[in-house]
């Protein structure tokens, strides 16, 4: 067994574990303190001098060289008298004696300990995770395996999307891989930027052709001896020749707790980094000091200067912790992010979005005090946020300006014209005749125009269902400046400057589909929009993008939540759908069966032909749901800005008037629109002659039978104000109704604002702007059909079944349990 | 405020979800745990000051949530009515300990009496 001779001077042995950035830092301290103090000896697990960690980023992306990141080369360690062990790392610490052994079987004594052991990448154990091609990504030899393999092309995954998992990402990509980052949560670095950031900087990695998937459940690395894809829990597979593992790192505190020192996190030091030994210290990511571990290089140092005064010393006041600030090292795109930006506690927030610059900015304020701040595209002022917010400097005189930064670069945060003014020409903004932004700009400047009117009529913008016309107006305003006073809008809420229209539009010229992207783009005024407008959106986007758009839970009004309405008390009613008003012995008794079994205190016949059951707790809503589904019965959608019933007369199935099969007719009707979701409630009626038993002249859609076909009736409402229906037009065939029903309902889905029935929008747009599109355009019937249709795909799910059976939303219907009482 | 007598544990913050929230039932009342988007936890009594809302059921936003019976728009942080109406929700004492979610709880709430 080697011995390493004792010292032949009387210095006291400073032995240190971990040559990497805190260990050195801390040895340089010294150094600069008391130079001659100790005898210092250290032993590296990595075959090489220190260098600095944080550049393996560059290392990998190829923008710096291993000597370039070097920070104390070997000459240093001689003229400093250290002896170095690389490549040796320590296996074990005995206090009795006061050595460390290494792996080498060198058996060093010491007076002092310091351990530097960092940590370790967190390997997530998935089936082939120890395939080759499996990398973590912490030191040079993960770089080199990385290098090796980029050197062929060929594509990548990155599991994780933190800093470190982007940072490997930009760097494969700028080697040639095509890169695709799996993160688990909703969006990228959640950790550090909340999702309107995440949302940006998805887009900028997007744009730099690299693939980001949120939600990204990881289920097996796939592979007979090297790599070849990722299989994620929904089965989906990307292929994959590298993949880095990039989810976290674990504290190193093994050596630590062999020894019996305290290790809970990480290892348990105090103030100048005494461990539980008080001859041995602890310094950076693997310690845990007042219940905080950390995984950046500031506080790092922060620490080596404490442990240093100490060691040589030198009164200190300690280290008392560190606020941290993060910024992604890609060059390009700049994200910043500090202390706590959650908010939280008696908080407000300052946002700032500049959708044209790419800019977000979002600062979180405590007492008049910054508390943590996430900037994006524009970190200048990182710096400046961050001081303010260690010196916890009173900025309740700044506030007002306080988003445009030290220099207070004025200017007012974002409005519709930006919006507009920022589009591409060729981005469209009136649906209803197909005019592009280009077009009209060129018409206002070319032709003089001055007035919206003017604008109608010689480009047709707006000059349908008007629904753009704000649009138009903001053109106008852009293009001519201070000359042209638009209209004032009516904005949606107080999140934003926009109107319902404008934001319906601007969501499909600007292909925004999901609600950070809206709230992004668009510039609103708070973090998460209010019970107002997140509805609206949720509504807008997932018409906008059926099939794709992921439906917002949280953005729902409870009824169409818990696909139930709430009542008085806070229970909830039940209204199976029974199609087209009929129904039968099996499915009275399975509700009667379940009003037993339940205790529902009230079963009623509602004014939409169907039964209710109501007062039921939300806790039975699945074992309820699941007894109505057993019988055949799906949700009636009693509470949602849907389709809610098709009333029905008994028709010429039955009656000796009837001229047509109201009940099929309405049947038919009710299969095919179930399921989809509207501006608002939508109802119809099918009446089997035009003495109208189904009162089909009151509804949204109505249907009545005529000798040789069927009437056509639109817009119609009970409710607060009645208004009759009006003529659509008539149809001979069965398969015309339904055709004109889809259409016109589609029609409805597209160009309505949230929350209006089809009769104030019909009063809006007129008649005969509906006629033209619905009934005059064979062409634009058809597509407006066919649009329906495939919505319809998607839509046509029972709600009560996803949730009864496949265990959608559980959360809803459980309480919270105790878990212990302390 | 009623002197809490008691912490309870009613498991991680995860469970609830993201700008939603969880209900408790105590021996006396419902408490609603609300969860924001930027991850802050608050509680407060499951009832409404106007007619009784459900306000666990209600639309989280912001650091406020809207009671689901009449839209009225509650502060979670201190359960103040916004706007012109008047009223406030009852607070709920609640700290996050290691990612879970611990409520103070009342004696009453525990089911204990008073002496006296
Ligand atoms: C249950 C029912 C009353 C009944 O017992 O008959 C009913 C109950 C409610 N109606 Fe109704 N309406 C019911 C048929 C009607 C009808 C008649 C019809 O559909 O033929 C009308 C007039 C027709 C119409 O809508 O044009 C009607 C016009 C309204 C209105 C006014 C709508 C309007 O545009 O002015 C509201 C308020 C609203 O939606 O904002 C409303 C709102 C409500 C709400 C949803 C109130 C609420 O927000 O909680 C009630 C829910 C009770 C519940 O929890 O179940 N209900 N409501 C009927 C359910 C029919 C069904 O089977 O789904
Ligand atoms: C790719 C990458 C990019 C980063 N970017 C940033 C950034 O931009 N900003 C920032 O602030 N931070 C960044 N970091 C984090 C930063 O590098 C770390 O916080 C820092 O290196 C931690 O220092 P440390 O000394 O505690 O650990 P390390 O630097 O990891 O040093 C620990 C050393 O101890 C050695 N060791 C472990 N056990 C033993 C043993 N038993 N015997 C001997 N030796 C042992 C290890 O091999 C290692 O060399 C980045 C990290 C990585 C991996
Ligand atoms: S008429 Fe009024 S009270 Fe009756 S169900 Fe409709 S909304 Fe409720
Ligand atoms: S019960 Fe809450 S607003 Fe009426």
Not at chain 1, 68 to 77: G, H, K, L, S
Not at chain 1, 387 to 415: H, Y
Not at chain 2, 48 to 58: I, R, W
Request: one cysteine or more; a negative charge; aromatic letters at 6%.
């Amino acid at each position: 067994m080697n011995h390493v001779p004792a010292a032949l001077t009387k210095k006291p042995r400073l032995v240190v574990i971990g040559n990497g950035m805190a260990g050195m830092r801390t040895v340089e301290e010294i150094l600069g303190r008391a130079p001659d103090k100790y005898e210092i000896t250290v032993f590296g697990a990595e075959p090489r001098v220190n260098y600095n960690r944080i550049m393996l980023s560059p290392l990998l992306s190829g923008e710096k060289e291993f000597d370039d990141i070097v920070i104390n080369t070997a000459e240093w360690y001689q003229e400093n008298r250290i002896h170095l062990f690389s490549g040796d790392p320590v296996i074990e610490i005995d206090r009795t004696r006061k050595v460390v052994i290494s792996k080498s079987g060198t058996e060093t004594a010491y007076d002092q300990l310091l351990l530097a052991t960092g940590s370790d990448p967190i390997m997530i154990p998935v089936p082939g995770h120890k395939l080759s091609g499996v990398v973590t990504f912490r030191d040079v030899d993960d770089v080199d395996t990385m290098l090796k393999t980029a050197a062929n092309g060929g594509p990548a995954v990155v599991i994780g999307g933190g800093l470190l998992g982007l940072e490997a990402a930009v760097g494969l990509q700028a080697r040639g891989m095509s890169v695709t980052v799996l993160h688990l949560a909703g969006h990228v670095m959640e950790r550090q930027l909340d999702p309107s950031a995440g949302y940006l900087l998805a887009q900028e990695l997007g744009r730099r052709g690299i693939n980001v998937i949120t939600e990204a459940d990881t289920a097996e690395i796939v592979g007979t001896d090297c790599v070849t894809g990722v299989r994620l829990k929904d089965g989906r597979m990307i292929p994959a020749d590298l993949v880095v593992m990039a989810v976290g790192i674990r504290p190193n505190g093994r050596l630590a707790a062999d020894a019996g020192l305290t290790v809970e996190r990480g290892i348990v030091v105090d103030d100048v980094m005494t461990t539980s030994d008080p001859d041995i210290f602890a310094v950076g990511e693997c310690v845990q000091h007042r219940g905080q571990c950390y995984g950046l290089v500031a506080p790092l140092f922060e620490m080596a200067k404490s442990c240093a005064d100490h060691l040589a010393e030198i009164a200190t006041d300690g280290y008392a912790g560190s606020v941290t600030s993060t910024k992604l090292k890609v060059t390009g795109v700049d994200v910043f992010s500090a202390g706590d930006f959650s908010g939280g506690g008696e908080t407000e927030e300052i946002v700032f979005r500049d959708a044209g610059r790419g800019v977000y900015k979002r600062i979180v304020l405590e007492d008049g005090r910054i508390k943590g701040a996430v900037l994006y595209g524009d970190t200048s002022d990182g710096g400046w946020y961050f001081q303010l917010m260690k010196d916890a400097q009173d900025v309740t005189e700044l506030r007002d300006t306080l988003a445009f930064g030290q220099a207070f670069a004025g200017g007012s945060a974002g409005n519709p014209l930006d919006a507009v003014a920022a589009l591409p020409d060729d981005a469209e903004i009136c649906g209803c005749n197909g005019i592009c932004k280009g077009t009209i700009v060129s018409a206002i400047t070319e032709k003089g125009l001055t007035t919206l009117d003017e604008v109608k009529g010689h480009t047709k913008a707006s000059a349908s269902c008007g629904s753009c016309s704000g649009l138009v107006e903001n053109l106008l305003a852009a293009t001519l400046g201070g000359d042209y006073q638009a209209a004032a809008v009516k904005p949606i809420c107080t999140c934003t400057d926009h109107d319902h229209d404008n934001v319906r539009r601007l969501i499909k010229a600007k292909e925004l589909k999901s609600m950070p992207a809206v709230m992004q783009e668009l510039e609103w005024k708070s973090s998460d929009g209010c019970h107002v407008c997140r509805p609206a959106l949720n509504y807008y986007l997932l018409a906008a993008w059926p099939g794709e758009y992921v439906d917002h839970g949280a953005s729902r009004f409870i009824n169409e939540r818990v696909h139930a309405n709430i009542q008085k008390d806070g229970t909830y009613s039940v209204v199976p759908r029974m199609w087209g008003g009929l129904t039968n012995p099996r499915e009275l008794r399975a509700i009667a069966d379940v009003a037993d079994k339940f205790d529902i205190p009230t079963v009623k016949v509602t004014g939409g032909q169907r039964i209710d059951l109501l007062g039921v707790k939300k806790e039975d809503l699945p074992a309820v749901w699941a007894d109505l589904n057993a019988a055949g019965m799906v949700s009636g959608h009693a509470y949602g800005k849907s389709l809610r019933t098709v009333k029905s007369c008994v028709g010429q199935e039955w009656c000796r008037f009837g001229t047509q099969m109201s009940m099929s007719m309405a049947v038919d009707l009710e299969k095919m629109t179930w399921g989809s979701w509207m501006p608002h409630k939508f109802k119809m009626a099918v009446s089997g002659c035009p003495r109208n038993c189904a009162e089909a002249t009151i509804k949204d859609f109505g249907v009545v039978a005529t000798d040789g076909g069927w009437d056509l009736h639109v817009g119609g409402n009970g409710g607060i104000h009645v208004r009759a229906t009006e003529l659509l037009c008539k149809v001979t065939t069965d398969q015309e109704v339904k055709e004109y029903c889809g259409a016109f309902i589609q029609l409805y889905r597209e160009e309505a604002r949230y929350l209006e029935r089809t009769a104030p929008w019909i009063e809006r747009v007129g008649l005969k702007h509906v006629q033209e599109r619905v009934v005059d355009d064979a062409k634009n019937r058809a597509a407006l059909f066919e649009r329906f249709m495939e919505s319809q795909k998607t839509a046509q799910v029972d709600p009560w079944a996803e949730r009864a059976s496949q265990g959608v939303d559980a959360h809803e219907f459980k309480s919270l349990s105790l878990i212990a009482a302390e | 405020m009623t002197d809490i007598v008691n912490w309870v544990n009613v498991g991680p913050v995860a469970n609830i979800p993201l700008q939603g929230a969880r209900t408790f039932q105590t021996e006396t009342d419902r408490i609603a745990i609300f969860r924001t988007l930027d991850d802050q936890v608050y509680a407060l009594l499951d009832r409404c000051p106007h007619k009784d809302g459900p306000l666990a059921q209600g639309i989280v936003h912001g650091h406020f949530v809207t009671c689901p019976l009449h839209n009225m728009v509650f502060s979670l942080e201190t359960g103040e009515a916004q706007g012109p109406d008047d009223g406030c929700a009852a607070k709920v004492e609640l700290r996050v300990i290691d990612g879970t979610v611990h409520i103070g709880l009342t004696a009453e709430q525990i089911g204990l009496r008073h002496a006296g």
